[in-house]
């Protein structure tokens, strides 16, 4: 285990690296490892511990990090608080579960000294882990899921698990949206594109934990769709719960259950909004009639 890597006593570093953590003790420590081998080195790292059980603040005390608590168990409370807490210009930020490329930092450091408009940076990821099918497409095939996405939305969505944010323009628009569970990265691009430029480079990967998706493609994009669907039919993020998924070893129990509920609740909503959109129309062409024939009259 590391042996105080990081320094925390920097004044002003040039970035800030948020890691939000809950009960990542299995995970936290390779993170970390890969935060170590970075060739940037004026930077701060904050690990906000989530309101953690097991090992995950001891872990990141033992790494040198700074280590910040945040008592409410949503990532968006987490993230907020890190953001909170940086001190550099630059804020950067992963997942307690992610494994990042050495020229990470050096690359966003440098996009935003050579890009004056931009207010965030970012990349895709792949998983090392999860089932091989969702391996394959997030390595060779998520290109196209990206570029769709920014077709359907006019803007590049970042994901958390590789975002960093000019803090000015973090500040401007409120941080993020604390009342989501899932979904607070997406949201925040959302705003962010309405004060400066986002950007989004394919050779700026990350490799994450496919956990989620350890029973399948399927069943992973479960979890997701509800949100991602609501995003764009109801133009709101959903405020679902989000169970967080502590291990990697396939289990269909209650993990099925859970998002099997949540792509229901959403057909429901859909089903509901729609015959709600029906009776409107119906009793507005009640009106046109009634209005018609007072006309003729």
Same mark, same amino acid.
């Given at each position: 285990m590391g042996k105080k890597? &990081?320094?925390?006593?920097?004044?002003?570093?040039?970035i800030s690296l948020v890691i939000p953590?809950? @009960?990542?003790?299995k995970f936290l420590g390779k993170t970390l490892?890969?935060?170590?081998?970075?060739n940037f080195k004026d930077f701060e790292i904050i690990v906000v511990d989530n309101n953690?059980?097991?090992?995950? $603040?001891?872990? $990141?005390?033992?790494?040198?990090?700074?280590?910040?608590? $945040?008592?409410?168990k949503k990532v968006s409370v987490a /993230?907020?608080? %890190?953001?909170? $807490?940086?001190?550099?210009?630059?804020?950067?930020? =992963?997942?307690?579960?992610?494994?990042?490329?050495? %020229?990470?930092?050096?690359?966003?450091?440098?996009?935003?000294?050579? @890009?004056p408009d931009l207010v965030a940076f970012g990349g895709p990821f792949s998983f090392y882990s999860g089932s091989w099918l969702a391996r394959i497409i997030t390595a060779n095939?998520? &290109?196209?899921?990206?570029?769709?996405? /920014?077709?359907? @939305? %006019?803007?590049?969505?970042l994901g958390g698990v590789n975002l960093a944010v000019k803090k000015k323009a973090f500040q401007q628009i409120g941080g993020f949206a604390v009342r989501l569970s899932v979904g607070e990265d997406a949201e925040i691009c959302q705003r962010l594109s309405h004060v400066g /430029?986002?950007? &989004?480079?394919?050779?700026?990967?990350?490799? =994450?934990?496919?956990?989620?998706?350890?029973?399948?493609?399927?069943?992973?994009?479960?979890?997701?769709?509800?949100?991602?669907?609501?995003?764009?039919v109801f133009k709101k993020y959903l405020r679902m719960p989000f169970p967080a998924v502590r291990k990697e070893e396939p289990t269909f129990g209650f993990s099925f259950v859970l998002a099997l509920i949540a792509f229901l609740l959403f057909?429901? %909503?859909? @089903?509901?909004?729609?015959? =709600?959109?029906?009776?409107?129309?119906?009793?507005?062409?009640?009106?046109?009639?009634?209005?018609s024939s007072s006309f003729s009259k």
């Open positions: 890597y &990081f320094a925390k006593d920097l004044v002003k570093p040039k953590a809950y @009960n990542e003790e490892l890969s935060v170590q081998k970075q953690s059980s097991d090992r995950t $603040a001891a872990i $990141a005390k033992e790494f040198g990090a700074r280590v910040i608590f $945040a008592p409410e /993230r907020q608080a %890190g953001f909170f $807490a940086a001190k550099a210009e630059i804020i950067a930020t =992963t997942d307690a579960d992610t494994i990042l490329p050495s %020229g990470w930092l050096s690359r966003i450091y440098r996009e935003f000294a050579e @890009n095939f998520s &290109f196209l899921l990206w570029r769709l996405d /920014r077709v359907i @939305n %006019g803007h590049w969505t /430029r986002i950007k &989004f480079s394919f050779d700026h990967r990350v490799l =994450t934990s496919g956990r989620r998706f350890r029973n399948g493609l399927l069943l992973g994009f479960l979890f997701y769709l509800p949100h991602y669907l609501g995003k764009i057909f429901l %909503g859909i @089903n509901y909004a729609g015959k =709600t959109y029906a009776r409107q129309i119906a009793e507005l062409k009640e009106k046109i009639v009634d209005y």
